[in-house]
């Protein structure tokens, strides 16, 4: 009976997380006493577990819940693969000790967690696993509890003090329970990395509708996910490298290297409604040769590149196309995601000119800086509309456009009224009245971004405006913008209580006879132009509490190293978007080139323009402020 009951208390703590006696004090193991390991490396993994343990994913996560992280390049690992690749949270709910498990590989977490295994619950990983459990001061060892107060370590909580130790399974264990031992020096950086990157995205994941709805624990069910995040290394840390990117996936992904021969083609491209309506051909990605539209061989594996044949493709796939082909899938599988539902207006544009006319907006107001036949008109003085005034800005008959006017029955779903924080397009359109067959999204997509950056993802803006102060914006980069001032005025209409913005928008389109001039938008809205570029202009403007620019292009302009210069400098938050994501990892790479890296990490934008961007060589998802993603936040 005795042998009985150890085995399951034994499988029940390796379910759950509960600490057996002596596997939380008895454990012997110390950070200190591992070659090379510092005192600058303790102090950060201890940090990235606090501010984990903070923002407490057990509240939504119980151990079947499996996620993927994988940190760097396989290369960048001893013996060229990742430490660990699966990580689960176990404990919480007050079945024990708050535990992080890093295990070696997906079979080996499924196995101890019993998850389809018809409750076989296999005792531990035949190559053990990585354990970082929070646990009460009193069941540290001496030495644990002496290193703690020496290093003046962070902790969680007088219950959540961290300790880490590598746990595993020898046959003949003479008392049934785990051994423990110090986890090596590799293993400690890929811990610090995957709590970092852990700690940002986790709260990103969306719990499934309808039969997940309202179930929680072990029962609750998400939505699939794949996200990456820079992380940055410890200054003092020594590392071929300062810092890795770390990619987190819901549930784990298979990561088995890609086949090094290409994949065929597919014969032709999706026949969706409005893809078989492409009357312009698409381009070769490698020749760039016109290709008829109703009949564009594609990548069969990653559905997203257009190809005119078989030696192109052999050709792009060798030089280019074999390093980014998975990236490539994986977006093409979350085109749906980012597809937004409801509108009732075309939502594909391979042609700005022709998709105007199917609306009968071409030639009218604002809609004109939509396309090429008015690029001649330096941004900022389109002429004014016929007939003038609002009816003449938008477009549209009135009804579908938003009221020049205050929204004063509406609080929100916000606790303070003096902020109303919208969720996305289909709560603004119902906050305004508008009907979805209106357009307008299209350019209202700008102000409602700006609007999205400083009332849901600028701490400080958000604190500000709840407290009626004035925030300043620094506006970077406007072209477009300076013609669709109309729009703008929104953000005056959707601020409430006594709150007030000072956009001052900054670039070289600004025209000369409006830089240094300022316009009211109604009571509570500010614009300010200043021409030039923004690295020799800050000096001279009032400091901003948030820098925004929008549609970005980091990659395109060599102006923008100046510029990333100055926000480094000021080190306040600033928060970009653009249009696909292939452009945010290219914007990674222009930010780590000055030092600065992501730390929100890049997320669809709930107010991206509704309308997808048909690119002539790949079927990549593309929207206008499609995604945004922030810095010094």
């Not at 890795?244 to 298979?254: E, W």
């Not at 509406?410 to 289909?426: H, K, R, T």
């Not at 950056?453 to 405006?465: P, R």
């Amino acid at each position: 009976m005795e042998v009985h009951l150890r085995e399951l208390f034994g499988m029940f703590q390796q379910q759950f997380g509960l600490s057996p006696p002596g596997l939380g004090a008895a454990s012997t193991t110390s950070l200190l006493k591992i070659d090379g390991s510092s005192a600058a490396l303790i102090k950060a993994i201890f940090r990235a577990a606090a501010a984990l343990h903070r923002s407490n994913p057990w509240k939504r996560f119980k151990a079947p819940h499996l996620f993927g992280v994988k940190i760097g390049k396989d290369s960048e690992w001893p013996q060229g693969r990742q430490p660990f690749c699966c990580v689960q949270f176990a404990g919480g709910g007050g079945m024990g000790d708050l535990v992080v498990n890093l295990f070696r590989s997906e079979d080996d977490a499924v196995g101890m967690t019993g998850i389809g295994s018809g409750g076989q619950v296999k005792m531990l990983p035949s190559k053990g696993l990585l354990r970082l459990a929070f646990v009460p001061e009193a069941e540290l060892s001496a030495g644990n509890r002496k290193m703690i107060k020496s290093l003046g370590l962070d902790i969680a909580g007088p219950k959540a003090f961290p300790m880490v130790d590598g746990v595993y399974s020898t046959k003949g264990l003479s008392n049934g329970f785990p051994s423990f031992r110090n986890p090596s020096l590799e293993e400690l950086r890929w811990l610090y990395a995957c709590l970092r990157a852990l700690t940002q995205v986790h709260s990103l994941l969306q719990q499934v509708d309808g039969k997940g709805r309202g179930r929680t624990g072990s029962n609750a069910t998400f939505e699939e996910f794949t996200q990456t995040v820079d992380v940055q290394w410890p200054s003092e840390d020594a590392k071929p490298w300062d810092v890795s990117s770390v990619r987190v996936s819901y549930p784990p992904r298979d990561d088995r290297e890609e086949q090094s021969s290409p994949p065929g083609l597919a014969e032709q491209i999706d026949a969706s409604k409005e893809m078989v309506s492409f009357s312009i051909p698409r381009q070769c990605a490698m020749c760039e040769r016109d290709v008829p539209a109703n009949c564009a061989p594609r990548c069969s594996r990653c559905k997203a590149v257009i190809y005119c044949g078989h030696a192109c493709q052999k050709q792009h796939w060798k030089e280019i196309h074999k390093g980014s082909c998975e990236l490539y899938k994986a977006m093409i599988e979350r085109e749906e995601e980012l597809e937004l539902k409801g509108f009732l207006f075309p939502c594909l544009m391979e042609n700005a000119c022709k998709w105007l006319e199917s609306l009968g907006l071409h030639g009218k107001g604002m809609w004109r800086r939509m396309c090429e036949c008015f690029k001649q008109c330096p941004y900022g003085l389109l002429p004014i509309p016929e007939g003038g005034g609002l009816a003449g800005a938008w477009g549209v008959e009135r009804g579908k456009y938003p009221a020049d006017g205050p929204l004063l029955d509406y609080i929100g779903s916000g606790e303070n009224p003096a902020v109303v924080l919208l969720s996305g397009w289909a709560e603004y359109y119902d906050v305004r009245g508008l009907p979805l067959s209106s357009p307008v999204a299209t350019f209202l997509s700008f102000p409602l971004s700006l609007y999205h950056v400083v009332t849901a993802l600028s701490v400080t803006t958000k604190n500000l405006l709840a407290k009626g102060r004035e925030v300043v914006v620094h506006y970077l980069g406007p072209e477009g913008e300076l013609d669709w001032l109309p729009a703008f005025s929104e953000l005056g209409n959707l601020l409430s209580g006594s709150s007030n913005l000072h956009i001052m928008m900054i670039g070289p389109e600004v025209p000369s006879s409006l830089s240094r001039s300022a316009t009211s938008l109604g009571e509570r809205l500010k614009v300010t132009f200043v021409k030039g570029l923004y690295q020799e202009e800050a000096n001279s403007l009032p400091s901003p509490q948030v820098v925004v620019a929008f549609n970005s292009g980091l990659e395109t302009y060599t102006s923008w190293m100046g510029a990333l210069e100055v926000i480094k400098a000021q080190a306040v938050s600033a928060f970009f978007t653009d249009n696909t994501e292939t452009c945010c990892a290219n914007a990674k790479q222009v930010l780590r080139a000055t030092g600065l890296h992501i730390s929100y990490p890049v997320t669809p934008n709930p107010f991206r323009s509704p309308v997808r961007k048909q690119m002539p060589s790949v079927n990549l998802p593309g929207f206008s402020n499609g995604f945004v993603f922030g810095v010094n936040t």
